[in-house]
């Protein structure tokens, strides 16, 4: 059967993701650094990541819902431990009572139709960020001594930001701790882990940084990027001085230069924010985007490599904190938001 060759593509770094991992681990002291592995590893390829990252050493991951875990159930080895940080809803309860995963609990209505099982399971404790978790105040509606629980948790609002809320976060939950207990605690995500040994507790769950993600400065020289996304030229032109470019005439050349056409756009998640701001490279020569972003076609400027052709690959400058300073995107944007249209190589 005939396979169209893909346009664009994403070079995935193996190594840089597994040192990432060990990295965060040992920053996380005596805890265990797991890993989030939640919307498709961040964009990654959930299946590749979990199965590097188990082989090298880690035992806890975190996906979001249960079409995620099922994705994961047949590369579950022995020690590994699979946790839905949606909890589990009446819908979900044919399938979670059967698998391998453990559900979060985030309420009592879900701890009560989890109770019947008898299976393990994790706990979400609300500490101030007040989204997913069960309040202190409602901890005495449930027995929770009678309850298999492996990992009593809470999540970190503003671990990027050196402010009051962590401490607070902190505080609450110790206290909380008291009402609740299971086998282990956890409470960092990624830039959690830098605020210290008394955030780090027995468990710790990065994401962003395990894909190479920064967000806090102590990251910045120990995470390595990931993900390289490269797309192919489509056609290259000579533009003369005065010609407009792209929708709504946002580049106008001042002077005759060479442009390549290139096949990636914000369909692929290669968003409008990098228009006239984002940077290809070749080879270490920069080559400035040019104009919008259209949906499927980006211009990059080809002063510094004139040879270009049609058919050769050009790689976005995609180190994660640089292309935000680029885009004004989060983080966490640039990366979840990579399309499926990418073919993903890990090298």
């Given at each position: 059967?005939?396979?169209?060759?893909?346009?664009?593509?994403?070079?995935?770094?193996?190594?840089?993701?597994?040192?990432?991992?060990?990295?965060?681990?040992?920053?996380?002291?005596?805890?265990?650094?797991?890993?989030?592995?939640?919307?498709?590893?961040?964009?990654?390829?959930?299946?590749?990541?979990?199965?590097?990252?188990?082989?090298?050493?880690?035992?806890?991951?975190?996906?979001?819902?249960?079409?995620?875990?099922?994705?994961l159930n047949a590369y579950i080895e022995p020690g590994t431990r699979l946790s839905v940080l949606s909890g589990v809803r009446a819908q979900d309860m044919a399938?979670?009572?059967?698998?391998?995963?453990?559900?979060?609990?985030?309420?009592?209505?879900?701890?009560?139709?989890?109770?019947?099982?008898?299976?393990?399971?994790?706990?979400?404790?609300?500490?101030?960020?007040?989204?997913?978790?069960?309040?202190?105040?409602?901890?005495?509606?449930?027995?929770?001594?009678?309850?298999?629980?492996?990992?009593?948790?809470?999540?970190?609002?503003?671990?990027?930001?050196?402010?009051?809320?962590?401490?607070?976060?902190?505080?609450?939950?110790?206290?909380?701790?008291?009402?609740?207990?299971?086998?282990?605690?956890?409470?960092?995500?990624?830039?959690?882990?830098?605020?210290?040994?008394?955030?780090?507790?027995?468990?710790?769950?990065?994401?962003?940084?395990?894909?190479?993600?920064?967000?806090?400065?102590?990251?910045?020289?120990?995470?390595?990027?990931?993900?390289?996304?490269?797309?192919?030229?489509?056609?290259?032109?000579?533009?003369?001085?005065?010609?407009?470019?792209?929708?709504?005439?946002?580049?106008?050349?001042?002077?005759?230069?060479?442009?390549?056409?290139?096949?990636?756009?914000?369909?692929?998640?290669?968003?409008?924010?990098?228009?006239?701001?984002?940077?290809?490279?070749?080879?270490?020569?920069?080559?400035?985007?040019?104009?919008?972003?259209?949906?499927?076609?980006?211009?990059?400027?080809?002063?510094?490599?004139?040879?270009?052709?049609?058919?050769?690959?050009?790689?976005?400058?995609?180190?994660?904190?640089?292309?935000?300073?680029?885009?004004?995107?989060?983080?966490?944007?640039?990366?979840?938001?990579l399309g499926n249209r990418f073919a993903r190589h890990w090298l």
């Open positions: 059967m005939f396979d169209p060759a893909p346009t664009a593509r994403l070079r995935l770094d193996s190594q840089a993701l597994v040192n990432n991992w060990q990295k965060l681990d040992e920053l996380s002291g005596r805890a265990n650094a797991g890993a989030a592995i939640k919307a498709n590893a961040y964009g990654l390829g959930a299946i590749d990541v979990f199965k590097r990252l188990q082989s090298a050493g880690c035992h806890d991951f975190f996906v979001a819902n249960w079409q995620e875990a099922q994705e399938f979670a009572s059967t698998s391998p995963a453990k559900p979060v609990l985030n309420s009592i209505e879900q701890t009560q139709r989890w109770i019947p099982t008898g299976r393990p399971c994790d706990v979400m404790l609300n500490s101030g960020m007040n989204r997913l978790g069960i309040n202190a105040g409602d901890l005495a509606m449930v027995d929770w001594a009678a309850m298999d629980i492996d990992l009593v948790m809470s999540h970190l609002a503003s671990a990027d930001e050196d402010g009051p809320q962590n401490r607070d976060q902190l505080n609450e939950f110790s206290s909380t701790l008291k009402r609740i207990s299971g086998k282990r605690i956890s409470l960092c995500n990624s830039a959690g882990i830098l605020l210290g040994s008394e955030y780090h507790f027995d468990c710790t769950r990065p994401g962003l940084s395990l894909y190479g993600g920064r967000q806090r400065s102590e990251l910045a020289g120990v995470i390595k990027q990931v993900v390289f996304p490269e797309a192919q030229i489509l056609q290259v032109r000579t533009l003369k001085q005065g010609d407009k470019l792209g929708y709504n005439a946002r580049y106008i050349a001042e002077r005759d230069h060479p442009v390549a056409i290139i096949a990636m756009g914000y369909a692929d998640g290669y968003l409008r924010g990098f228009s006239n701001q984002g940077v290809f490279t070749y080879e270490q020569q920069e080559l400035p985007v040019l104009g919008q972003v259209s949906m499927d076609l980006i211009a990059v400027d080809l002063t510094a490599a004139p040879q270009l052709k049609e058919s050769d690959w050009v790689t976005a400058q995609y180190d994660l904190p640089l292309a935000s300073m680029h885009s004004g995107l989060s983080q966490y944007e640039l990366i979840t938001g």
